[in-house]
């Protein structure tokens, strides 16, 4: 295939809305079956691409599906978008489940006192790494702004990308301090009293503290992997003026 031929294949995806990093995988699905068309059934490239697009009609035709998304979709989106969130979720949780294992496993070796100090740690510690690793990847996240008539990935939608923790942590560092007790004694499997709303709030910033800056995080690495497919496509883009 020549270059027009290939600028023709990437004008059609394009104009189907198809976020970049989902783009250049069906453009190589594209040109793998047009070739194919071509090399078995000797056809030309313009019956070849229309028989290919045809193929991929009900997949990518944009409709609103009366969802609480008012956005029009294709098909082929909703499915890969419905499993990227269900991934998303399952790490978030795996993530999550292992510093209560980790923070489970500090309760049985170190004292109460000790224990409060580290707890609050690994909650600053949390709370730090995010935004660290924002700033360190800042040319990679910038591209979205950059090229913001497209959408590079999925993943730049998502708030949690650049949501920062700290004005969960900073107001509540105190009580999770002095409320770090309790979940000593639940993690000695001691049962706290948990009777009022002011012994569960800490409980609350803390299982956010630990599961939403795992979602920060494992977003921003989802989202660095699928910029990193899609650099070498960003030739094809007209950035912002």
């Avoid at 360190?136 to 730049?156: E, M």
């Avoid at 709030?201 to 939403?212: C, D, K, M, S, T």
């Amino acid at each position: 295939m020549n270059s027009t031929q290939l600028t023709q294949i990437r004008n059609y995806l394009l104009d189907k809305k198809l976020p970049i990093d989902i783009l250049v995988e069906v453009y190589d699905h594209f040109i793998s079956q047009i070739s194919e068309l071509q090399r078995e059934e000797d056809l030309g490239f313009d019956e070849a691409f229309a028989h290919v697009k045809n193929s991929w009609q009900d997949d990518l035709k944009l409709y609103w599906n009366g969802s609480w998304d008012l956005q029009d979709n294709s098909r082929f989106l909703r499915k890969i978008y419905l499993s990227i969130n269900l991934a998303v979720l399952k790490q978030t949780l795996k993530c999550g489940g292992l510093v209560l294992i980790a923070l489970f496993l500090m309760a049985q070796l170190f004292s109460s006192e000790l224990f409060s100090y580290l707890l609050t740690a690994a909650m600053v510690l949390l709370t730090i790494i995010p935004p660290i690793h924002f700033l360190h990847h800042r040319p990679d996240f910038d591209l979205a702004k950059k090229y913001n008539k497209y959408v590079l990935t999925y993943y730049q939608h998502s708030p949690a990308i650049f949501f920062s923790s700290f004005a969960v942590l900073i107001p509540n560092l105190e009580r999770i301090f002095n409320h770090s007790q309790d979940i000593f004694t639940v993690s000695r499997f001691v049962q706290p009293n948990l009777s009022t709303g002011s012994s569960l709030f800490p409980w609350i910033v803390f299982l956010f503290l630990i599961f939403g800056n795992a979602l920060i995080f494992i977003t921003q690495k989802k989202y660095l992997s699928q910029i990193h497919k899609v650099k070498p496509f960003l030739k094809f883009l007209k950035p912002q003026a």
